[in-house]
């Protein structure tokens, strides 16, 4: 029964060359590639035997072996992976649970990640080569830290196919992902600040030493202890490597048990009860706008993702002034605009979302300037606690209260004047959009230049027209802090002006190119 499981996993394989020739040729490059990278990990791996400092190639393979048993556990969790040998395709073989577990595992060996594993573990074997006893425990370590891995990555793999199998759950997985990779910013940003000749070594070695006592690190760590001479925290750590193995087969026997046992999960459709936000909202066409749109802002994927998402660039530009070495009570008045600026901006395009339903505004009569306000409302909620919490926040991290009312006034302005500017955009210049239904993650090819035009033109809009309440903020900081009290003035002006405007001019720009939109909405359908 194994060798039937192996053999069906190398037909699988085989038939990755049957493919269309650019596929082909992307397998070859990526095979290619990951040739190349296990050269390179095995020559460094063999290096490390004749490096005289033991503690210090011991810390090195147990951080870094703590991250490829993360990745292999993680990376299937949260961006999903396509199960060729799913359990729940052999459920009508009558086969016992056990042997299918252990077929799958297995079979699960053969694949180029776990093949570059297998070698590079071996490889690890030469580094600690240094008696007959730790080479025992390296030969143990090796085959645990393969079926670790493996096991780890079947695991997740089985529950993200479980989990991820709806588009919404492999949108949500998709968002903790990138919000997962942005936190990898501050790591990176320390990572960068370590004086590596100086306080490398000690920092790499205190956070081995933590790993080490973990399951993450436990089984890289065994064989570099017993180097060192430490039998015994080598004999604990290998005991808590294989209790770590011994869990994850008893996870993936249970959940081989459960999955072909188990129909595949499909969406389920919500009940919802009453009119949500248009019992809370009072009668008339602009408050049944904001009402639907805070719907959609709940409901439809296509928003909430880009609110999730909204943190991503500022925590970006934070960690790229923090390596240009600017002064941390200065990058703290970055991200509160920064956020305010896209929350804004996030509108510019809303007409284009409603695709064809559109058209109930035009036949309905709704005027322009209630579909312009109307839609102003879900970032107005948001922003607004965004710019009382981040005012305090920003103003604390700095350090000096006198610049609370200036920080708030400047990211007020900036989101009412993208408010006010999105307003115009969205009726005068709509660019194709995501399809209701569709993925938040997929993008229509006919948005090129021109989308990209309109894209950049009302983000820079509202850059220039801030730019007066900027420069008095600074001036403040800079030169005189009586710039600091004229600021907020300036931003009242300026912003609830370009709001107002923008309301009134996109509400006579919606009124009439009312047959434009219905012509674009059908258009892009």
């Known amino acids: 029964m194994v060798a039937q499981f192996l053999g069906l996993k190398l037909r699988i394989m085989g038939n990755a060359f049957r493919r269309t020739p650019w596929q082909v040729f992307g397998l070859v490059i990526g095979l290619l590639y990951g040739g190349f990278i296990t050269v390179i990990v095995v020559g460094s791996l063999v290096a490390a035997r004749l490096v005289p400092d033991v503690a210090a190639t011991h810390s090195v393979l147990v951080v870094i072996g703590a991250v490829v048993l993360a990745g292999f556990a993680l990376l299937p969790l949260l961006f999903g992976v396509d199960d060729t040998l799913d359990p729940r395709e052999f459920a009508l073989f009558g086969i016992p649970n056990r042997v299918l577990a252990t077929g799958l595992l297995l079979a699960g060996l053969l694949g180029i990640p776990s093949l570059v594993l297998v070698i590079c573990a071996g490889a690890t074997v030469v580094t600690w080569s240094q008696n007959a006893g730790t080479v025992l425990i390296a030969l143990i370590s090796a085959v645990v830290v393969v079926l670790t891995c493996v096991l780890a990555s079947r695991v997740t793999t089985a529950i993200a196919h479980s989990m991820l199998s709806t588009r919404r759950s492999r949108e949500a997985g998709g968002v903790i992902g990138i919000l997962l990779l942005v936190l990898i910013g501050p790591v990176l940003l320390l990572l960068v600040t370590v004086d590596w000749g100086r306080d490398g070594l000690g920092a790499l070695g205190g956070a081995a030493g933590w790993l080490a006592w973990t399951p993450l690190g436990a089984m890289w760590s065994a064989p570099g202890a017993a ?6 925290a080598a004999v604990l750590q290998l005991i808590i490597a294989l209790a770590t193995l011994g869990l994850l087969w008893l996870a993936w026997t249970a959940l081989v048990a459960h999955v072909v046992a188990s129909p ?93 339903a559109i058209w109930l505004h035009v036949v309905s009569g709704t005027r322009g300037m209630a579909d312009r306000a109307g839609r102003m409302f879900p970032p107005v909620v948001v922003g607004i606690p965004v710019l009382v919490v981040g005012s ?28 006010g500017l999105s307003s115009i955009s969205s009726a005068l210049f709509p660019y194709p959009a995501t399809k209701p239904g569709d993925s938040a993650f997929t993008q229509p090819q006919t948005s090129g230049a021109s989308a990209a035009l309109v894209q950049s033109l009302s983000f820079f809009a509202i850059l220039i027209l801030a730019s007066p309440v900027l420069v008095f903020l600074v001036l403040g900081l800079t030169v005189n802090a009586f710039w600091l009290a004229i600021a907020p003035v300036v931003a009242v002006l300026i912003g609830f002006a370009t709001l107002f405007f923008g309301i009134w001019l996109g509400g006579r720009v919606f009124d009439r190119r009312g047959p434009e939109i219905m012509a674009f909405a059908n258009r892009n359908d």
């Not at 180097?227 to 015994?232: C, I, M």
């Not at 998402?309 to 923090?322: H, K, R, S, T």
Request: with cysteine.
């Open 392 to 419: 305090i926040a920003t103003t604390v991290v700095f350090g000096d209260w006198a610049v609370l009312p200036s920080v708030a006034a400047l990211s007020g302005a900036i989101l009412v004047i993208g408010l």
């Open 264 to 356: 595949e999960r499909e969406q389920r459709s919500k009940a919802y009860h009453g009119l949500g936000w248009f019992d809370r909202l009072p009668g008339g066409p602009t408050a049944a706008i904001a009402a639907r749109s805070m719907t959609y802002w709940g409901r439809d994927a296509r928003y909430w993702v880009s609110i999730v998402l909204l943190p991503v660039i500022p925590v970006a530009v934070v960690v790229a002034l923090a390596l240009a070495g600017l002064p941390w009570h200065f990058i703290a008045l970055v991200p509160l605009p920064l956020v305010c600026l896209f929350l804004g901006w996030s509108i510019h395009n809303d007409l284009a979302y409603d695709s064809t």
């Open 227 to 232: 180097a060192e001479g430490d039998w015994g």
